[in-house]
């Protein structure tokens, strides 16, 4: 049991090591070397009632706090990081509408996104404006009763799968990033469709696509908020959601530890086991140390965030521990995969062990959701005047 945990923490960890070892381990190599979206997955999340986890009770769902949520998202990430970020794009692309949207807004998706009846994705990326959120292109003009959104978004995660969208777009170009506005987007929406689908290095389950938008009508009733609430809107959501991406880090990061430890007590070499070798030896504990420090950061994070509760407030605690959690777990999870493969050695290298595909998957959480010199550059801001 980890220090400081509530039973009921641990219980939902139990309930998510099941899940993972049951529906969703023994296909994650297969997933990764086809590239096709896990459906079972979702299946499974939805059999589990796993997507309800971070919807509130008052919409259906079981309102958990960050942290369990995190440990959730973790225990999964420890067997197949594809199937954890399908769970954490469930959280990102819903939380616009919990942040920010109107009590019909969120009594129509709120309790389709906990069943898992709807699939969430959060389109904010465009190809011009990706660290830089306030250099958003697309637009969204006001005709009457309807916006009219044209532009282009890419790397967008659940793009072609998601049955709604919250999506980003300019409403007002002289105000820079107070003229973003935050749009709900239905899959069947006219004018909006799918690009190119991606073929990425790791997380190959997961499906990133482009998303177009040409003429595309939305009602009024589809602004979150008000007009020029995007930008920060977009901030808040990312806030409590970097660390749903460094539990996928850390869970990754302890899923190819496991794997390295039983490795070296199995194999031997120079008549011995390799961790009879304290240089192996070495860079176990090294690995270990990284993980639980990266672990106990994201703790810390979560439940400072659950405290701060979801009622808007900007403190800097909130974006500097998000961010310090993200970054701390998403460089550990680099290094640790990568010490796993360097331990398994030509082993490690191929696609027989899962370490192979760990470091691949591993990359990506330095990069999305802010790649990792942006969470430097929030973590030093709260710093500053
Ligand atoms: N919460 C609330 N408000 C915030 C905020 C926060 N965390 N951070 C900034 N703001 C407010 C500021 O107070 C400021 O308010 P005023 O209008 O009153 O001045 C305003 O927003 C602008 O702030 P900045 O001047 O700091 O904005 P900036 O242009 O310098 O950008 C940034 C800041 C941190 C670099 C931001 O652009 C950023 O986070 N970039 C990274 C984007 C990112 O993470 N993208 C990921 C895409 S999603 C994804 O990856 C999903 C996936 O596939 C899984």
Redesign the pocket.
């Given at each position: 049991m980890q220090f400081g945990l509530t039973q009921e923490q641990e219980m939902f960890r139990q309930m998510a090591a099941d899940v993972a070892k049951t529906a969703i381990a023994p296909k994650a190599a297969e997933v990764d070397q086809t590239g096709e979206f896990p459906w079972h997955v979702v299946d499974a999340y939805r059999q589990q009632d796993i997507y309800s986890l971070t919807v509130p009770e008052e919409y259906g769902g079981a309102g958990v706090d960050l942290l369990t949520f995190c440990i959730v998202v973790e225990e999964i990430a420890k067997v197949d990081a594809t199937a954890a970020?399908i769970l954490?794009?469930q959280e990102?692309g819903l939380l616009p509408i919990l942040l920010g949207g109107s009590e019909e807004q969120k009594r129509k998706y709120l309790p389709g996104f906990g069943s898992g009846e709807l699939i969430a994705a959060?389109g904010?990326?465009e190809p011009e404006a990706?660290?830089?959120?306030?250099s958003l292109k697309m637009k969204a003009v006001r005709k009457g009763d309807k916006y009219v959104l044209n532009g282009t978004k890419v790397?967008?995660?659940n793009g072609g799968i998601a049955d709604v969208y919250s999506i980003f777009a300019v409403t007002d170009s002289e105000a820079k990033?107070?003229g973003i506005s935050a749009f709900i987007v239905e899959k069947d929406t006219p004018g909006f469709s799918i690009g190119k689908i991606e073929d990425k290095m790791g997380i190959r389950g997961s499906q990133?696509a482009e998303l177009i938008f040409e003429n595309c009508e939305v009602p009024v009733e589809n602004l979150i908020g008000q007009e020029g609430d995007g930008?920060?809107l977009?901030?808040?959501t990312?806030?409590r959601?970097?660390p749903g991406?460094a539990a996928q880090a850390v869970g990754i990061a302890q899923g190819a530890f496991d794997y390295a430890v039983q490795y070296v007590q199995d194999r031997k070499q120079f008549g011995k086991p390799l961790a009879a070798f304290q240089g192996l030896q070495f860079m176990l504990a090294d690995m270990a140390t990284q993980i639980e420090s990266a672990r106990q950061l994201l703790y810390k994070a979560a439940s400072l965030i659950e405290a701060e509760g979801k009622d808007g407030k900007?403190s800097p605690y909130?974006?500097r521990y998000a961010a310090m959690a993200k970054l701390h777990a998403a460089e550990t999870a680099m290094k640790v995969t990568t010490d796993a493969v360097q331990i398994l050695g030509g082993y490690g290298y191929i696609k027989d062990h899962p370490v192979e595909r760990m470091m691949r998957d591993a990359k990506i959480t330095q990069?999305?959701?802010?790649?990792s010199q942006?969470q430097k550059?929030?973590i030093a801001?709260s710093y500053l005047d």
């Amino acid at each position: 049991m980890q220090f400081g945990l509530t039973q009921e923490q641990e219980m939902f960890r139990q309930m998510a090591a099941d899940v993972a070892k049951t529906a969703i381990a023994p296909k994650a190599a297969e997933v990764d070397q086809t590239g096709e979206f896990p459906w079972h997955v979702v299946d499974a999340y939805r059999q589990q009632d796993i997507y309800s986890l971070t919807v509130p009770e008052e919409y259906g769902g079981a309102g958990v706090d960050l942290l369990t949520f995190c440990i959730v998202v973790e225990e999964i990430a420890k067997v197949d990081a594809t199937a954890a970020i399908i769970l954490a794009v469930q959280e990102l692309g819903l939380l616009p509408i919990l942040l920010g949207g109107s009590e019909e807004q969120k009594r129509k998706y709120l309790p389709g996104f906990g069943s898992g009846e709807l699939i969430a994705a959060f389109g904010l990326t465009e190809p011009e404006a990706g660290s830089d959120v306030s250099s958003l292109k697309m637009k969204a003009v006001r005709k009457g009763d309807k916006y009219v959104l044209n532009g282009t978004k890419v790397f967008i995660t659940n793009g072609g799968i998601a049955d709604v969208y919250s999506i980003f777009a300019v409403t007002d170009s002289e105000a820079k990033h107070r003229g973003i506005s935050a749009f709900i987007v239905e899959k069947d929406t006219p004018g909006f469709s799918i690009g190119k689908i991606e073929d990425k290095m790791g997380i190959r389950g997961s499906q990133t696509a482009e998303l177009i938008f040409e003429n595309c009508e939305v009602p009024v009733e589809n602004l979150i908020g008000q007009e020029g609430d995007g930008f920060k809107l977009a901030m808040m959501t990312l806030d409590r959601t970097r660390p749903g991406v460094a539990a996928q880090a850390v869970g990754i990061a302890q899923g190819a530890f496991d794997y390295a430890v039983q490795y070296v007590q199995d194999r031997k070499q120079f008549g011995k086991p390799l961790a009879a070798f304290q240089g192996l030896q070495f860079m176990l504990a090294d690995m270990a140390t990284q993980i639980e420090s990266a672990r106990q950061l994201l703790y810390k994070a979560a439940s400072l965030i659950e405290a701060e509760g979801k009622d808007g407030k900007i403190s800097p605690y909130i974006n500097r521990y998000a961010a310090m959690a993200k970054l701390h777990a998403a460089e550990t999870a680099m290094k640790v995969t990568t010490d796993a493969v360097q331990i398994l050695g030509g082993y490690g290298y191929i696609k027989d062990h899962p370490v192979e595909r760990m470091m691949r998957d591993a990359k990506i959480t330095q990069i999305y959701e802010g790649t990792s010199q942006i969470q430097k550059i929030v973590i030093a801001r709260s710093y500053l005047d």
